[in-house]
């Protein structure tokens, strides 16, 4: 993939994941950022649970980055909540 397939696939399932997960979401570099790192978690938990991609060609690249993507927010949700707790106490 060349680099404009990667921006382009980074910057969907980084907006879908942020409408999902809830939240303003991080702008565009941002969105772009979160979709490319999820891209990576998203195949590695596909990779791992032994899943094959139920969409081909750009499609099924856009679906594991979202499902990776959604997975990140909810961990730095879950990691900045945890935060903001403690440093209230």
């Given at each position: 993939?060349?680099?404009?397939?990667?921006?382009?696939?980074?910057?969907?399932?980084?907006?879908?994941?942020?409408?999902?997960?809830?939240?303003?979401?991080?702008g565009?570099?941002?969105?772009?950022?979160?979709?490319?790192?999820g891209?990576?978690?998203?195949?590695?938990?596909?990779?791992?649970?032994?899943?094959?991609?139920?969409?081909?060609?750009?499609?099924?690249?856009?679906?594991?980055?979202?499902?990776?993507?959604?997975?990140?927010?909810?961990?730095?949700?879950?990691?900045?909540?945890?935060?903001?707790?403690?440093?209230?106490?």
């Amino acid at each position: 993939m060349d680099i404009l397939t990667w921006l382009i696939v980074g910057l969907v399932a980084g907006v879908l994941a942020s409408l999902v997960v809830g939240g303003t979401g991080y702008g565009i570099i941002g969105d772009i950022v979160v979709g490319i790192v999820g891209a990576f978690i998203g195949g590695a938990v596909f990779r791992a649970a032994g899943w094959s991609i139920p969409v081909g060609g750009l499609g099924g690249t856009i679906l594991v980055a979202f499902v990776g993507a959604v997975i990140l927010l909810v961990l730095l949700h879950a990691i900045w909540r945890g935060r903001g707790r403690s440093a209230a106490l």
